[in-house]
């Protein structure tokens, strides 16, 4: 198998994030015997002046995006659409929370495995399930479902840690010029954009894996 770092850069708050990698695991499966991937997950915050009480999302998306409830609707009808072509279903998502607390957990996971696993367990409670993802039972919740330790993930929580990992993180994407989610870097050098189709990610991949390859000495 060839080895594939995958850089995954998203925010949980972020439903085109929930179809890339849900896209891009099913690509993968289709390249089980090809692939080794190695997954790393970034932080990226889409509101990260939200308040602890969340906004409702019509009118957050009208504030910020000039949307109007009807465009609003027809979106989230097509992003579920999207969702369901990739096995991911989304609920009905009312609110908009905080995702800070969220990426230190995921940071903590990191170390301990479990941080794709936790990446698409909270993705599921926030737009699947409509949950508070800000709220520290849902996180410890989350954490649990996925097999690490409730009461480590509720100490992590309830201190700072891992606060300035995420900084440092989110100002290395920044660094990079990424100001948008899902961004999918492959080998840290091959950099994909957006919810693609799952051929399209099947398809980027093997033209990363003949580059490298050509590219290798013999």
């Known amino acids: ?76 009808a097509m992003i579920r659409e999207r969702g369901a072509s990739v096995g991911f279903t989304f609920g009905e998502r009312k609110y908009v929370y905080n995702t800070f607390d969220a990426h230190r957990l995921l940071q903590w996971a990191l170390s301990k495995d479990r941080q794709l696993p936790l990446e698409m367990a909270l993705m599921r ?43 440092a993180d989110e100002q290395e994407t920044q660094a990079m010029d990424i100001h948008s989610v899902p961004a999918i870097i492959f080998n840290r050098r091959y950099l994909v954009t957006g919810g693609q189709p799952v051929e399209a990610f099947e398809q980027a991949i093997r033209q990363i894996l003949a580059q490298e390859r050509a590219a290798s000495p013999q």
């Open 1 to 76: 198998m060839t080895p594939l770092r995958i850089d995954f850069i998203s925010d949980i708050a972020c439903p085109w994030c929930a179809v890339g990698l849900s896209s891009l695991q099913l690509a993968l499966s289709r390249l089980d015997e090809e692939v080794a991937a190695e997954w790393v997950v970034h932080p990226f915050e889409l509101n990260p002046q939200m308040g602890p009480e969340g906004q409702n999302i019509v009118d957050y998306l009208g504030g910020k995006y000039g949307r109007t409830p009807a465009q609003i609707a027809e979106t989230q």
């Open 125 to 167: 409670a926030y737009h699947g399930d409509g949950k508070d993802v800000s709220d520290h039972h849902v996180l410890v919740e989350a954490a649990q479902s996925v097999g690490l330790d409730g009461q480590e993930a509720r100490q992590i929580l309830q201190g700072n840690d891992y606060a300035d990992a995420v900084r």
